[in-house]
T-cell receptor
Framework: AQSVTQLGSHVSVSEGALVLLRCNYS??????LFWYVQYPNQGLQLLLK??????LVKGINGFEAEFKKSETSFHLTKPSAHMSDAAEYFC????????????FGQGTTLQVKP | DADVTQTPRNRITKTGKRIMLECSQT?????MYWYRQDPGLGLRLIYY???????NKGEISDGYSVSRQAQAKFSLSLESAIPNQTALYFC???????????FGSGTRLTVV
């Protein structure tokens, strides 16, 4: 069975500071991993994805994530937070060769302080 | 026009009423999904469909039903709405492979 755990339901950073959102996964098969962002009153938008190619994945808006198999982690980072990054972020996992269903984490709300 | 369109955007209904949420897509994707979002619980899968003749239950299908009327249309019904079905509902689509989902903007449902 697959699962995702996002550590920290709420993260607060100052504008210009490093953003680090944590995601750990469990999967019995090699995983595909995703990060989505949800701005207020909107649907989810794909930030980036890992599909067994390069372990360091770059996404939109300056975000990146690194797949670490030994740590079963896929943490999301951004060197310098902007006010516009305030949103809810979801990590998700699916298994290679499976039905394509995504299992989502509980979400992390990012607050950016001026 | 949006790639994935959900109607209505907001709905308030009474306990015991039947309600249908609709989803249509222009992505040409075969796969469609219904999720509900609750604070602190993330998104949970209700039903999914890989083509018109394929319907599958997700982790929380009790109290819900779906209909895949065409490749582009996937409706979610609450047969007899109850207050704990108050949530934000999302429709999503995908193609085969690892492309990820395209989401609709959501339907905020309140059951009173």
């Amino acid at each position: 069975a697959q699962s995702v755990t996002q550590l920290g339901s709420h993260v607060s950073v100052s504008e210009g500071a490093l953003v680090l959102l944590r995601c750990n996964y469990s999967s019995s098969v090699p995983p595909y991993l995703f990060w989505y962002v949800q701005y207020p009153n909107q649907g989810l938008q794909l930030l980036l994805k890992y599909t067994s190619a390069a372990t360091l994945v770059k996404g939109i808006n300056g975000f990146e994530a690194e797949f670490k198999k030994s740590e079963t982690s896929f943490h999301l980072t951004k060197p310098s937070a902007h006010m516009s990054d305030a949103a809810e972020y979801f990590c998700a996992v699916s298994g290679i060769g499976n039905t394509g269903k995504l299992i989502f984490g509980q979400g992390t709300t990012l607050q950016v302080k001026p | 026009d949006a790639d994935v369109t959900q109607t209505p955007r907001n709905r308030i209904t009474k306990t015991g009423k039947r309600i249908m949420l609709e989803c249509s897509q222009t992505k040409g994707h075969d796969r469609m999904y219904w999720y509900r979002q609750d604070p602190g619980l993330g998104l949970r899968l209700i039903y999914y469909s890989f083509d018109v003749k394929d319907i599958n239950k997700g982790e929380i299908s009790d109290g819900y039903s779906v209909s895949r009327q065409a490749q582009a249309k996937f409706s979610l019904s609450l047969e007899s709405a109850i207050p704990n079905q108050t949530a934000l509902y999302f429709c999503a689509t995908s193609s085969q492979g690892a492309g990820g989902y395209t989401f609709g903007s959501g339907t905020r449902l309140t059951v009173v």
